[in-house]
């Protein structure tokens, strides 16, 4: 039971046990509220007395060792127990003299045994009602304390907040500190409501007018504060609130301080009331010019547009508004400007401007309506500037929303004009910008390539001039685009290359990012990189979002990619799926550009299908009219040669003919090579349809000389089934065979045969896996072949050129035996080979794979995995050593869709394979050390980490892996995969022979490195 809420704990010591329990039983029967405590001698009752707050305690004074007068004694010198009451019970009725020693060691009373059960109990309730009554006295003491020592608190606290204002606190001032700390309720220490409620009010108004204008601010930077402070050292105050912790944050390096999110809104409704409309609005304003003057023009802008200074917003745009759409704060301003009212902006040229250039970001279809408006107003006023801006933005809306070429190639004209007549009145950034427009217009409008190089040139001249890296990028992407329709991959591969070094210096949200990406898609698609290519894109659509790809012509561009790459990869089916996908997302409704092309891509599918070519023709014709309508001469020569497929496939020559000499004369007529390859193969496929042969030869004889001379291994509107019909042709008519046996191998993964038939090569996978593959299907596990035969078919896929002497060969699988015995078990390991091999194969004879010439064993017409994997990491090795980290990351992204594990894994290999095993795998962790750094250089820890981590399970004791991923995890404050890593490396060490003391000692030096690093 308890009394009240209290449960009391007595302690019973008496070194006879039979007493004891006695006792015990006694209080627990009676006074079931009371916990007993039993100890047999005084050292027990001392630990148990230290480990339990002690209410009252009953001792036995005759104990050994230590009586009860001493443990009476040492009770009463804790200051934590001396105000336990002690009951001493004594074997008689306690003389005069026991009575005064224990009086004296600080005994409360005294019992005699035998002890009546009645008198001991009610010694007992005595003794706890009075510990009861002490214990709340000691309450109440403690909160009068309490009480005393928040009030002095308070007063101090607030003294000292009025002290740090750095005004005299006078008399008046401590008067009022001591009249607010006596508001605060008792039982409360200081929060929100109390300080921005009746507290506040109460203090003098230079305080509140102070606190109430910083409120309006998002953050406090100190120049800032002082500026607006009505108190003299604003500094002190806002310094002593965040030594306090009263809901202010501060950043030391920014000299910034910042409201905590409730109080802020708190003061800020508040200052509504307290400030005039027009104290507000100097706030703001003071807030926009010091941020001017910071270079920060975005944050300004928004402190105008919150005050409703339109006029003075306008101002700001037509000074700075060119670094805000070429600079990082782009993809804010979209924000700031969404916040201003439309009708404001439709009032004002250049509110309406970044009105539509926020829209083109965003939501590309209402742009229009806000640019033209805009240069009608700038005309209207004569501002050049405003014009030129506008004009540029309405060039640019012509590609992203699929406006008419033609309204395009107008405001080209007027561009030319402004720059010419107004040379010396317009900067670096404006003369970049308005040769960057020139260039569009010279490419996707006047089909003029030769100056759109001139243009972006100049232009880039500009941007390096005024030093503008978000001008200089999509200039670079600009002439990487030149260089990819003139077919000169190398120019396209140096401007990416440059541009992506470029590109670390922005901000990840800046569009340029996107930009650089969907031209390394195009890019891959052209130089026949299909592997690097899916990855690409699909990392790109996951993230950009599906949001994104609706609103942005992004979308339907990655889609025609993707449909083109899976087209000559034969996955037609997957074509269809994806055009069904892009009708289903409406991707392509606000771009006719692209929307034909998707209705061309639709026929091109239905060729196939005799009862739908009605609809072929009528989504050709509508294609056709609705692309020759927009220009574009990328569009349109694309246009052409499906259609001319297409007509091809449904019989219609003449017109297919016609379509594809008109495609010819205009991409020779530009200079425009890219697409010119597709027109020479339509040429020959079509030739071939009308059973031409000869005919077909001058078109394919143009094709493979072109492509060999830009060494190109894709073109448009390539298919496995159209190069099935041409290269074996090529090779049989001796018409530039090389390069044609080289695409079947890179395409079909077939080699040609000298009288035309094509031959499936076979795939040997030994990374990670043993296995044998052909027209990819897996024909055969190598652990279904007998040990030697293994050997034999590895050391003959590692030699070089796959050709091996016999006697060599014998001398290393047989060494110890005499060369017949040795020549024997060849011919027993080959034969059961050859006829395993045979057996296995889907087309071919083993006659086409492995023979024995001349006492020279040669393997031919396979492709390694391994092999294919040493080579794509040497190049990626060669181009980081020439800095070009680009395509270095590329090379080992290649490399790393050929790596699968180790090389013959688990199986057992002679000392020369096993010194390749070894040698590959240790290729593969020097490209995890140098392909991770390239990831987090470009901010893709992720995979930076998930690369780290396998390579420490290929080699758990590879320091340089170790530190880079502990490092990375570390710096992302992630101390549990941090500190995990280090135990697996400990463990490891451990286990690879180091002492205990020594891989201490490591692991500890590598964690001091990475924190000073």
């Known amino acids: 039971m308890k009394e009240g809420n209290q449960l009391f704990n007595l302690l019973l010591v008496d070194d006879n046990p039979t007493n004891l329990s006695l006792l015990a039983q006694i209080v627990e029967m009676d006074l079931p509220q009371v916990r007993v ?581 009528s989504d050709l014709q509508r294609s056709l009219e609705l692309l020759d309508k927009q220009g574009g001469l990328r569009h349109v020569l694309q246009s052409k040669i499906i259609a001319a497929s297409c007509f091809t496939q449904t019989g219609d020559y003449l017109r297919a003919e016609q379509l594809l000499q008109q495609a010819l004369e205009l991409s020779v007529a530009q200079d425009e090579v890219l697409l010119r390859p597709a027109i020479f193969a339509q040429q020959a496929a079509l030739c071939l349809c009308r059973q031409l042969e000869q005919a077909a030869l001058a078109p394919l004889q143009q094709l493979l000389e072109l492509l060999e001379q830009k060494k190109q291994q894709h073109f448009f509107l390539l298919t496995p089934a159209l190069l099935r019909r041409l290269l074996p042709l090529a090779v049989q008519q001796q018409v530039t065979p090389d390069w044609a046996e080289r695409m079947a191998q890179h395409h079909l993964t077939c080699t040609v045969q000298a009288d035309g038939a094509l031959l499936p090569l076979l795939e040997i996978k030994t990374l990670g896996r043993s296995e044998i593959y052909q027209q990819g299907k897996k024909i055969l596990d190598c652990s279904e072949l007998g040990s030697l035969s293994r050997q034999l078919l590895i050391l003959l896929l590692m030699a070089p050129n796959h050709r091996l002497g016999l006697d060599h060969l014998l001398g290393l699988l047989w060494p110890e035996s005499s060369s017949t015995r040795a020549r024997a078990s060849f011919d027993s390991n080959f034969s059961r080979l050859r006829k395993t091999l045979d057996a296995a194969l889907l087309c071919g004879s083993i006659r086409d794979y492995l023979v024995l010439e001349r006492g020279v064993l040669i393997l031919r017409n396979i492709c390694a995995d391994c092999q294919q994997f040493d080579d794509s990491v040497k190049k990626g090795q060669l181009h980081l050593r020439r800095q070009e980290l680009w395509q270095a990351g590329l090379a080992f992204r290649t490399a790393n869709h050929f790596w699968q594990g180790t090389f013959l894994a688990g199986q057992d290999l002679p000392d020369e394979l096993f010194v390749e095993q070894q040698r590959l795998t240790e290729l593969r962790l020097d490209m995890v050390e140098s392909w991770s750094d390239l990831l987090l250089r470009d901010d893709a820890g992720e995979e930076a980490a998930a690369l780290l981590q396998e390579g420490i399970r290929l080699e758990p004791t590879r320091e340089p892996l170790v530190r880079r991923l502990y490092g990375y995890h570390s710096g992302r404050r992630k101390s549990v995969q941090a500190k995990k890593i280090l135990e697996f490396y400990y463990q490891a060490l451990l286990a690879d022979d180091y002492s205990a003391a020594d891989a201490s000692e490591i692991v500890q030096a590598l964690e001091c490195d990475a924190r000073q690093f």
């Open 37 to 617: 405590l039993t100890a047999e001698s005084a050292a027990a009752a001392l630990e148990l007395a230290q480990q339990n707050e002690i209410d009252g305690a009953f001792v036995d004074v005759q104990m050994p060792v230590t009586s009860g007068l001493e443990l009476c004694r040492q009770l009463k010198e804790d200051p934590r127990l001396c105000q336990t009451p002690v009951v001493l019970m004594t074997a008689h009725i306690a003389t005069a003299q026991l009575r005064a020693e224990g009086l004296e060691a600080g005994a409360y009373d005294f019992i005699s045994q035998p002890i009546s059960n009645v008198e001991m109990l009610a010694r007992i309730r005595v003794m706890l009602r009075l510990r009861q009554n002490e214990k709340q006295l000691i309450k109440s003491n403690t909160e009068l304390r309490r009480q005393v020592a928040v009030k002095t608190s308070n007063l101090r606290w607030l003294s000292g907040l009025l002290l740090a204002g750095g005004d005299a606190v006078a008399e008046e001032d401590r008067e009022l500190a001591l009249k607010l700390s006596s508001r605060l309720p008792e039982d409360s220490q200081f929060n929100i409501e109390q300080f921005s409620g009746q507290l506040f009010q109460e203090m003098p108004l230079r305080w509140r007018r102070t606190v109430l204008k910083l409120a309006l601010l998002e953050e406090i930077p100190l120049g800032l504060a002082e500026r607006l402070a009505e108190i003299s050292d604003i500094e002190g105050a806002l310094d002593y609130l965040w030594r306090h912790n009263f809901f202010l944050d501060q950043d030391h390096a920014a000299d910034r301080f910042r409201l905590q999110e409730t109080l802020r809104e708190r003061f800020r409704r508040q200052a509504e009331l307290a400030l005039t409309e027009q104290e507000r609005g100097e706030v703001h304003g003071m807030a926009a010019d010091w941020y001017l003057q910071q270079g920060q023009p975005l944050i300004a802008l928004n402190y105008l547009q919150t005050a409703g200074l339109f006029s003075e917003a306008e101002l700001l745009l037509s000074q700075y508004g060119i670094a805000l759409v070429a600079g990082k704060w782009l993809p804010g301003l979209a924000d700031v400007m969404e916040r201003i009212p439309q009708e404001m902006a439709a009032k004002r040229g250049w509110l309406a401007l970044f009105s539509g250039i926020s829209k083109q970001q965003r939501q590309p279809q209402e742009a229009h309506e806000w640019l033209e408006l805009a240069r009608t107003r700038f005309v209207a006023t004569r501002e050049v500037h405003g014009e030129l801006l506008a004009l540029t933005f309405q060039v640019v809306q012509c590609l992203i929303a699929g406006a008419n070429f033609s309204l395009g190639a107008e405001a080209v004209l007027r561009i030319e004009e402004i720059l010419s007549q107004y040379q010396e009145q317009l900067d670096s950034f404006y003369q970049a910008s308005g040769h960057g427009a020139l260039a569009i217009g010279a490419i996707f409008f006047n089909q003029d390539l030769a100056s759109a190089d001139l243009h972006v040139r100049e232009g880039l001249q500009f941007a390096i001039k005024s030093s503008s890296v978000e001008l200089q990028v999509p200039l670079r992407l600009f002439l990487a685009y030149l260089g990819l329709l003139q077919a000169r991959y190398p120019l396209a591969v140096a401007e990416l290359e440059a541009s992506h070094a470029l590109i670390a210096e922005l901000p990840q949200a800046d569009p340029c990012r996107v930009l650089q990406q969907v031209m390394s898609c195009d890019l891959l698609l052209r130089t026949g990189d299909y592997a690097n290519f899916h990855e690409l894109h699909q990392r790109l659509e996951l993230a950009l979002g599906r949001s994104y790809l609706q609103q942005n012509t992004i979308g339907p561009i990655l889609c025609r990619f993707l449909v083109e790459v899976l087209l000559a990869e034969g996955q037609q089916h997957l074509v269809r799926d994806r055009l069904d996908v892009c009708a289903e997302e409406d991707f392509v409704v606000c771009n006719p550009h692209l929307q034909g092309m998707m209705l061309q891509y639709r026929a091109l599918l239905w060729c196939g299908e005799s009862e739908k070519h009605h609809s072929i023709r």
